[in-house]
Structures are given as structure tokens and as C-alpha cells.
Nanobody, 122 residues
Framework: QVQLVESGGGLVQAGGSLRLSCAAS????????MGWFRQAPGKEREFVAT???????SYADSLKGRFTISRDNAKNTVHLQMNSLKPEDTAVYYC????????????????WGQGTQGTVSS
């Protein structure tokens, strides 16, 4: 079992940045694929990025170049650096985990944090 806690959300002006963090519990953190997803009001939860313990991963095409995922296996943490933010990035951001293989679908992830709100003003 893995427990996840997100932090780092908040309010930022368009063009600004936020750095989200996810703290994971568990003895086998390195065996999990970590993912970030987001959900805006009235919309389905959507894929943002994934990261493996060895540095592999993926990004939503629309977010490449603005968002960067990273993880620190020694600290059981994963981060999402969000730059050049736009109002349409406003959403609740969720950290999630699954065992291999990798996946970009939220339906495949077994463990979820409670989310952290990121709001971008125009």
C-alpha cells in the first residue's frame, strides 16, 4: 500500500510558476510509476506526466516544455514544476502511483493523493 500527500498548490498570476510536491509512504517506492493528473471543474481527470524510478516518463503533448516532472527516490518524493502558467491550467492536481508497466490513463493508477488546488489568474 502507498499513501500519497500533495502540497505546493496556490494562487499565481498568468505567466508565473508553481512547484508541486508529493510525499509517498512505503518501502517499495522505487518499484512504482508515479504520475500527475489534474481535474478542472466539469471536466474529466486528465493526464499530466509520469516518471519512473530510473528517469523515464512521459508528458501530455500540450504541456511539454512548460511542465517538468522529477522524483527523488531516496526521499520518496515526486515533484511537478509548472512554468508559464495559463488560466486554463487551473485545476486540482493529483499525485498517483501504480506498478509497472507505465500508463497515461488515470484508470490504471491504484493509489491517489487528495489533491492540491492550483489556480491561475488572468
Amino acid at each position: 500500500q502507498v499513501q500519497l500527500v500533495e502540497s505546493g498548490g496556490g494562487l499565481v498570476q498568468a505567466g508565473g510558476s508553481l512547484r508541486l510536491s508529493c510525499a509517498a509512504s512505503g518501502r517499495t517506492f522505487n518499484s512504482y510509476v508515479m504520475g500527475w493528473f489534474r481535474q478542472a471543474p466539469g471536466k474529466e481527470r486528465e493526464f499530466v506526466a509520469t516518471a519512473t524510478s530510473w528517469g523515464g516518463g512521459s508528458y501530455a503533448d500540450s504541456l511539454k516544455g512548460r511542465f517538468t516532472i522529477s522524483r527523488d527516490n531516496a526521499k520518496n518524493t515526486v515533484h511537478l514544476q509548472m512554468n508559464s502558467l495559463k488560466p486554463e491550467d487551473t485545476a486540482v492536481y493529483y499525485c498517483a502511483a501504480k506498478r509497472l508497466p507505465t500508463s497515461n490513463s488515470p484508470k490504471d493508477y491504484d493509489y491517489w493523493g487528495q489533491g492540491t488546488q492550483g489556480t491561475v489568474s488572468s
